[in-house]
């Protein structure tokens, strides 16, 4: 079973506990091993200068050519992401494929008032949403689903940590029964 | 994800947006697919519809709003979007107008992409049951328009239903837009006819001899310009009904032709010997006073008898007013669902305007400031400013033309007919609020030419529906 590898990628240091906490939740989210990996190279050309942000793009393509050779790669970052039609995005996937990333910068709204736990939770819950996208999940409509859509930080805070179990028998489907995309 | 998955086609000439837009719906659950511009796009609504269109505004060759206007042409209950890093309330305006759903300002948030399209789609489910409400009520649209609570609507109705069942020929009389039409077209619905043609003709709009060609066809030669045969509306019309809007227009030649044809069911085309016989059951209609045209000679005596079998007397608005708020929630619901718009009603003041303006143009005239204000709010309430009304008030009682006084019996008239267009027509009612006795109110009445609405005077029993 292809493991998932978890890389921080972010400017500063990471936050102590962080990326554990989100490699256990990946870890029992999708019943695979979930590994740390690490590198001293950042993504380049990821930052469009003009809005200050970095680029989802860019960064998965880098990420196919600098990662593991195996299984799925999640990066996860302190810079502020974006996709060129939308104002920012918490992290990006590709659908089916096997780069996912996200970013703390977004998730770290009200943070400081109610203390670090908050950003932890609301990390994991994105790195296990990204991750059932490069699994071939779409959003899901089931009341507290972590594939749910989330509009703002309060949509992160209202759904769980659990793919509901729509989602999982959907994860369990041979890949070829899944309608390939892209 | 349940169910089916909604189609959406992106345009833009933009690969990266395409790209990036198109990733984030599809993980949206939505089944996207892009194109790069605007012929492409339209090509492919051609070989399937779609449930959204997103598009963007500025493309070179065809730009979002004429994308729009074409992909409307072709697919009408497409939600179309367009998106803008250019957007001006000109731009959005004119892009609603001609039908968008709703403008995108570039880059937008992911929510806001996300509630709209889930908006969009609680819509289409809401739209797909009414297409199936609609088939159903498609027959009885006519009376659907007709809504009505005021009883002198109601006895139009109830007379024009048992109408339907003969072959009789209806006489409709009312102003412009108090819906002759959509009366003579319920009459031909609710008819055994109904499954043949409706046929209608408005007289008023064409010269005699083209009219008399239209309603009677021609031989090839019949005339000059007459290349081939053609067959009149009274052939097409075989087996159902014919409607002939503004007949109080017509000039004697053809008084006499559709005296003849009333009188014989038989005609010749223009230029022709053969006797067609037709089975047409005639409903005609006139914003004009027939009695009054007969008494000056414009109008055939003959005639006029013929048509008078059956009167049906539309009320104007004005003397309708309590269908005022019925008939524009009808509207407004049918509109909602037609330009794929939240319209939830009108603000108390923008009834207020709508129960206080005096309707020169009738239902219809209602119908068109309702659907000017769908066009232009940007709520889902519609607002006083949105109807565009002129910002004239009735004559009050006090309004003396030329600064003359008016008359005592002027007065009485106008408070009488005010107290009974309030009562929708009941004279028991109008008798109470006036504090006089009902027969001292019926003879005011027929002093001043008053009549209940959809009743006729009843001082004149010559004929109509029961002779
Ligand atoms: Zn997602
Ligand atoms: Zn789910």
């Known amino acids: 079973m292809e493991p998932i590898f978890l890389w921080w990628i972010g400017e500063g240091p990471a936050q102590a506990g962080l990326l554990e906490h989100v490699r256990l939740h990946l870890a029992a989210a999708f019943q695979r091993p979930a590994l740390p990996w690490d590198g001293p190279e950042r993504p380049a050309g990821a930052l469009d200068p003009r809005r200050g942000q970095h680029a989802t793009s860019v960064i998965l393509t880098w990420l196919l050519q600098a990662g593991p050779p195996a299984g799925k790669v999640l990066a996860v970052t302190d810079q502020d992401l974006f996709i060129p039609i939308l104002t920012y995005v918490f992290g990006e996937a590709q659908l089916g494929g096997r780069a996912a990333v996200c970013s703390t910068a977004r998730l770290a709204e009200g943070v400081a008032l109610a203390g670090p736990r908050l950003l932890v939770e609301r990390l994991a819950k994105e790195a296990v949403h990204e991750v059932g996208h ?21 949509g992160v805070d209202q759904k769980s940590h659990q793919l509901c179990t729509t989602c999982r028998r959907r994860l369990e489907e041979p890949p070829a029964r899944r309608p390939h995309v892209r | 994800m349940s169910g089916e998955r909604i ?64 992909a409307k042409r072709i697919q009408p209950d497409l939600a179309v979007v367009i998106m803008t890093a250019y957007a001006t309330v000109d731009t959005a305006v004119s892009a609603m107008k001609l039908g968008a759903y709703d403008y995108l300002m570039k880059p937008f948030d992911p929510e806001e992409l996300s509630l709209m399209m889930q908006k969009i789609t609680a819509q289409q489910a809401l739209i797909r049951e009414n297409a199936v409400l609609r088939q159903a009520l498609k027959k009885d649209q006519g009376f659907r328009d007709l809504v009505s609570r005021s009883p002198g609507m109601q006895a139009v109705f109830e007379m024009a239903r048992s109408a339907a069942r003969t072959s009789s020929t209806v006489l409709i009389l009312g102003e412009s837009g108090t819906g002759k039409e959509v009366l003579a077209r319920a009459i031909h619905a609710e008819s055994p006819r109904a499954a043949k043609a409706f046929v209608a003709v408005s007289c008023a ?138 319209i939830e009603g009108l603000s108390a003041e923008a009834m207020e305007g709508l129960l206080s303006y005096a309707w020169p143009g009738n239902v219809r005239e209602l119908r068109n400031a309702l659907e000017r204000a769908a066009v232009v709010a940007r709520t889902p309430v519609l607002q006083l400013s949105d109807l565009g009304l002129p910002a004239r008030a009735e004559p009050g009682p ?70």
């Open chain 1, 134 to 154: 490069a699994f071939g999940l779409r959003h899901c409509d089931t009341l507290g689903c972590v594939m749910g859509r989330s509009p703002g930080v309060a």
């Open chain 2, 7 to 70: 189609k959406i086609l992106v345009v833009d000439d933009e690969e990266i947006v395409r790209e990036s837009l198109g990733g984030w719906l599809e993980k949206d659950g939505y089944l996207v697919e892009v194109a790069a511009d605007g012929p492409s796009a339209l090509a492919r609504l051609q070989a399937e519809p779609r449930a959204v269109l997103v598009a963007d505004l500025k493309m070179p060759g065809m730009d979002g709003l004429q994308l729009l206007e074409q």
């Open chain 2, 205 to 342: 709009s064409l010269t005699e001899s083209l009219l008399e060609s239209e309603l009677f066809g021609h031989e090839r030669g019949a005339f000059t310009g007459a290349n081939a045969r053609h067959k009149g509306k009274f052939e097409a019309a075989h087996g159902g009904t014919l409607f002939l809007d503004e007949i109080g227009d017509i000039g004697p030649k053809l008084q006499l032709d559709l005296l003849r044809v009333l009188e014989e069911r038989k005609f010749h085309r223009i230029g022709g010997n053969d006797l067609i016989e037709v089975d047409v059951r005639i409903v005609a209609a006139t914003n004009r006073d027939l009695k009054k045209a007969v008494a000056s000679g414009a109008f055939r005596e003959d005639l006029f008898y013929r048509l008078d079998v059956v009167v049906l007397s539309l009320p104007p608005l004005r003397q309708r007013k309590e269908d005022i708020p019925l008939l524009a929630e009808r509207f407004l619901e049918r509109l909602s669902v037609e330009m794929m718009k939240p």
């Open chain 2, 398 to 467: 006090a309004a003396p033309a030329g600064g003359a006084l008016p008359s005592l019996d002027a007065v009485e008239r106008r408070h009488i007919a005010a107290v009974l267009s309030s009562t929708g027509g009941n004279v028991s009612q109008a008798a109470r609020v006036l504090d006089i006795d009902r027969v001292t109110l019926y003879s005011r009445m027929r002093k001043y030419g008053l009549k209940r609405d959809g009743e006729e005077d009843d001082t004149d029993p010559g004929h109509h529906q029961h002779s």
